[in-house]
């Protein structure tokens, strides 16, 4: 069936760097994609995001590129610090969101 | 404003038990949904609502009951709990068509024993 996953579940990162996260999507009807950050013992928290018709957005710190042809999302934090480490979620769609796996990020100091 | 409350925050059941987690917004969002999430997995929809008098199945409903009899709460029921509904779970609640996503309970931690 129709599923929203993610490339890769952990990923490490050094204060300062830039991370990438990643995140497949099989649905092609979807229009909309949200980023979610989901620290331990929280809710998820929006982060950004994008509708089909666009290809980037940028907020504060991330950026959020939709690839349509491969049917592929990638949030960009730049300068990524201790306190980016959580757990991203990408979804589809606000009717009734569908959420992918998650990544683990670890910014180490 | 509260946002979303979710309670409790933490629940022990023993299998066999039926209980309410209960759920509240005071933004008067037309739109409330329950997820569970599990070790190592996404978020997964067990019912939402669209508006009082409303509701309909998510991904994974079977045992589990709700209803919204106002705009503002949007309990689930737990018929009779089974250890496969240790999870945590979490409301969410959102104006319909609201292109900022959805606002997210704390979340609920249930282990049934």
């Known amino acids: 069936g129709e599923s929203v996953g993610l490339h890769l579940p952990t990923l490490s990162v050094q204060e300062g760097d830039n991370s990438i996260i990643n995140c497949a999507y099989s649905?092609?009807?979807?229009?909309?994609f949200i980023w979610y950050k989901q620290e331990s013992g929280k809710g998820p928290q929006f982060i950004i995001d994008?509708?089909?018709?666009?290809d980037k957005r940028q907020g504060q710190r991330v950026t959020v590129l939709l690839n349509k042809t491969v049917k592929h999302l990638s949030l960009q934090i730049a300068a990524t610090q201790p306190g980016d480490s959580a757990v991203y979620f990408c979804?589809?769609?606000?009717?009734?969101?569908?959420f992918g796996q998650g990544t683990i990020l670890t910014v180490h100091p | 404003n509260a946002g979303v409350t979710q309670t409790p925050k933490f629940q022990v059941l023993k299998t066999g038990q039926s209980m309410t987690l209960q759920c509240a917004q005071d933004?008067?969002?037309?739109?409330m949904s329950w997820y569970r999430q599990d070790p190592g997995m996404g978020l997964r929809l067990i019912h939402y609502?669209?508006?009082?008098?409303?509701?309909d199945q998510g991904e994974v409903p079977n045992g589990y009951n709700v209803s919204r009899s106002t705009t503002e709460d949007f309990p689930l029921r737990l018929l009779s709990a089974a250890p496969s509904q240790t999870s945590v779970y979490f409301c969410?609640?959102?104006?319909?068509?609201?292109?900022?996503?959805?606002?997210f309970g704390s979340g609920t931690r249930l282990t049934v024993v």
């Open positions: 969410a609640s959102s104006l319909l068509g609201t292109p900022y996503g959805y606002t």
């Open positions: 649905n092609s009807a979807s229009d909309y």
């Open positions: 994008i509708r089909s018709n666009m």
């Open positions: 979804a589809e769609n606000p009717g009734k969101l569908t």
């Open positions: 933004m008067n969002h037309e739109y």
């Open positions: 609502s669209v508006g009082a008098g409303i509701t």
